[in-house]
């Protein structure tokens, strides 16, 4: 199951972690804290599942909702992938489009300059850059150019826009008619309209920091990690006492307060085998 981590976005530590997200789990854990402490919180960033909204506008009032930019462009990757394996499958595995597409799937995801540095290709026999071959992938099929511009369209507005821009500039490059056909996109735009005012206040900047859940998507790969490890959980509240200790110290600190000098021992000789004659 899925474990729920509340986490303080500007002093980096766990607030609490709950054991999974149904919603009647969460409704009872919420209904502990008192009005006037939930009235307090003016932000709250999530992904883009449906009982965290239903929950989060009943009990935090004055929040402001955003939806996490790290699952917002997770969900367009995968649909990338989908879409890109699509196209590949119209080819034989022995034909340089199917290389091209299975070797280079980052193409399609980052831009590149034609100044870029040429390196040899074998399978070409000859010197191409990143760029050259990214433009040789665009060819491939004609809905690849239309779906890769939307893509760095997207991921560039979420890089580098503020948030006025990015209100200005969002059906724009979400609306577009060129990507409606595209059936592994279908879903990702639809997704994005549903959620837009809510992923346009992932925007927000506080204290200096876009609102993110950035912070605590390299917690949660080591959690998950723990989990496969250790196959499960068998003590959750143990589990939960122990992580928010672990992840909540304000300080590091070390046993040692002074490097241990290494003990000077004499070389040791050539290894010499005994010989033995029967």
């Known amino acids: 199951p899925y474990s729920v981590i509340l986490f303080d976005f500007l002093q980096h530590k766990i607030i609490d972690v709950i054991q999974d997200r149904k919603k009647s789990r969460l409704f009872s ?20 599942w449906q009982p965290y909204y239903d929950i989060v506008s009943m009990f935090f009032p004055n929040a402001i909702i955003a939806i996490d930019s790290f699952h917002v462009m997770q969900n367009l990757g995968r649909a990338m ?10 080819f034989s595995t022995s034909s340089d489009e199917y290389y091209l597409l299975k070797k280079f799937p980052f193409l399609l995801k980052e831009e590149f300059s034609p100044s870029s540095k040429k390196k040899m290709n074998y399978k070409f026999h000859m ?12 060819k491939i099929h004609p809905d690849i150019r239309p779906v890769f511009e939307f893509y760095i369209s997207y991921k560039n507005m979420n890089q580098f826009y503020s948030k006025e821009e990015a209100e200005d500039a969002f059906d724009s490059i979400v609306c577009r008619s060129s990507i409606a056909s595209i059936p592994e996109f ?16 992932s925007f927000i900047v506080v204290e200096g920091y876009r609102l993110s859940n950035g912070p605590i998507e390299g917690m949660n790969s080591q959690l998950k990690k723990l989990f496969i490890v250790g196959n499960g959980l068998s003590n959750f509240p143990r589990f939960r006492a122990r992580l928010m200790h672990y992840y909540n110290l304000s300080n590091s600190y070390s046993p040692v307060y002074q490097k241990v000098p290494k003990i000077k021992r004499a070389k040791r000789g050539s290894y010499k085998k005994n010989s033995h004659q029967i």
């Open 29 to 48: 854990y919420f209904s502990t804290i008192h009005k006037k402490e939930r009235e307090k919180v003016k932000f709250f960033i999530m992904d883009m």
């Open 81 to 90: 992938d989908s879409f890109r394996c699509r196209i590949m499958r119209y």
């Open 127 to 138: 010197f191409l850059s990143l760029y050259d071959l990214q433009q040789m992938i665009l």
């Open 186 to 201: 279908q879903e990702g735009i639809s997704t994005l309209i549903h959620w837009k005012p809510f992923i346009l206040n």
